[in-house]
């Protein structure tokens, strides 16, 4: 009996990958537990295995192909029965050490509801023809719809179009054909995908429905530097990194507890702001293939050392790319640090569906006017840190981002307040 193998459900959120590599032929004999395909998601790279014993009889994707769930990755004969779950094995190169799902059934016929056999390029193409592919009549073998029956079905479909009237569509921005870039010199191009092609859909999304407003101020971090020297030393012996973002965490846990409304999701289809009542911030990650945002859990309940400690280890395993699905989601808040790089003020992008994001500069000596006392005043060298929060003014206005960034900059610049409020 013949089977097939669909992309199985990566975790949530997941809805498609890129395939990296095929490490299995035609007419192979493969076991269960077998890695039958290497799938890169935006989250995660992920080994997925046979679900059974048998021989390969087809192969409908290759290296580069974009694949959805559900759609059919493969054929395979003489499958002895499938198991419902196969844990995945973590990829030696920057794996991620998450589980799966891997379904195998016979490859179901044309006029059934679910996944069609066909392949990705085909799927894309019925998407872009706006062709309902379980309408379409399969010709290939096995039932597999092929490129040229999505296309006869859309002829078919827009001469019928043309007689019936036309319904009114909305106005759609009309995006322009590039032009021929190769006419002014030589040109390269370069595939967009895994992570930048993420990225970009995310930001799109969060750009296109967020109403983003942006409040910007400065937090003098002499003492806060002062005290992270004295104590970075014990924390390096321990394997952690006391860096600005980890007191940064802490200091929004202790704003979002003060409003809560900032650690909240719109729901606009029930007309209802959610108010998460746990704490878990997302840190912008800077890797080599792109913005990763891993989420420190709980960050309220942890000390300034666990905070390290932790940290640290997340961050490396994000560029490593060893990170799991389920440590880039549930977070409520995020943290984006250019400092590092030398950036200074930047209005970072809000990270849908959260409703605030923070973004932190490069702390630089500046001259500060300092009051000595009445009528007197004086000029000292302060490490001064620019921060701006970007809010979805949907739910926050301007004069709730100025009392959270009062939070943050009272408590920041005060480390023993910043302790005592761990109490």
């Known amino acids: 009996m013949s089977r097939s193998f669909k992309l199985p459900d990566l975790g949530e959120g997941i809805h498609e990958g890129e395939v990296l590599a095929v490490p299995v032929e035609v007419g ?13 998601t935006d989250k995660a790279a992920v080994e997925i295995p046979s679900p059974f014993n048998g021989k390969v009889q087809e192969i409908f994707v290759k290296p580069g192909d974009i694949v959805k769930v559900g759609d059919v990755m493969m054929t395979f004969s003489n499958g002895e029965a499938s198991l419902p779950v ?4 973590p990829l030696e ?42 309408l379409v009549k399969p010709s290939g073998p096995k039932g ?15 001469a019928a179009a043309e007689v019936a009237p036309a319904a009114p569509r909305p106005v759609d921005i009309c995006i322009p054909t590039l032009p021929d870039f190769t006419k002014w010199g030589n040109v390269e191009r370069v595939p967009f995908r895994s992570i930048r092609r993420a990225t970009a859909r995310q930001m799109s999304l969060a750009w296109s429905q967020i109403p983003h407003v942006n409040s910007q101020d400065v937090v003098d971090v002499t003492k806060l530097e002062t005290f992270r020297q004295k104590h970075k030393k014990e924390i390096e012996a321990v394997g952690g990194k006391l860096t600005i973002t980890v007191f940064a965490l802490k200091a929004v846990a202790i704003a979002l507890k003060a409003y809560p409304n900032f650690n909240a999701t719109l729901d606009v289809q029930n007309s209802e702001i959610i108010i ?29 050392k666990e905070l390290a400690l932790e940290l640290t280890d997340l961050v490396q395993r994000t560029r490593d790319r060893k990170t799991t699905v389920e440590e880039m989601q549930g977070g409520t808040f995020t943290i984006t640090n250019a400092g590092a790089m030398g950036g200074g003020f930047f209005a970072p ?16 000596m500046q001259p500060v006017v300092r009051q000595q006392k009445k009528g007197d005043y004086t000029i000292v060298p302060r490490l001064m840190m620019p921060i701006v929060l970007c809010i979805d003014h949907r739910v926050l206005d301007g004069a709730d981002a100025i009392r959270f960034l009062k939070v943050l900059v009272e408590t920041l610049e005060d480390p023993d307040e910043l302790l005592m409020s761990m109490v």
């Open 144 to 158: 597999l719809v092929t490129a040229e029956d999505v296309r006869g079905f859309g002829q078919n479909k827009s």
């Open 349 to 364: 992008i809000i990270n849908y569906p959260e409703v605030a994001i923070l973004g932190m500069g490069q702390a630089r």
């Open 276 to 304: 998460k009542h746990y704490y878990n911030v997302g840190v912008a990650v800077n890797t080599d293939s792109g913005l990763i945002v891993p989420v420190v859990r709980d960050v309220d309940r942890k000390s300034i």
């Open 86 to 89: 196969a844990e995945q094995k």
């Open 93 to 134: 190169k920057a794996a991620a050490p998450a589980k799966a799902a891997a379904v195998a059934e016979p490859v179901p016929s044309a006029h059934k509801q679910g996944p069609v056999p066909a392949s990705p390029a085909t799927r894309r193409l019925a998407r872009e023809l706006g062709v309902d592919i379980h």
């Open 28 to 40: 192979q004999e493969v076991k269960e537990g077998h890695i039958i395909l290497e799938v890169e």
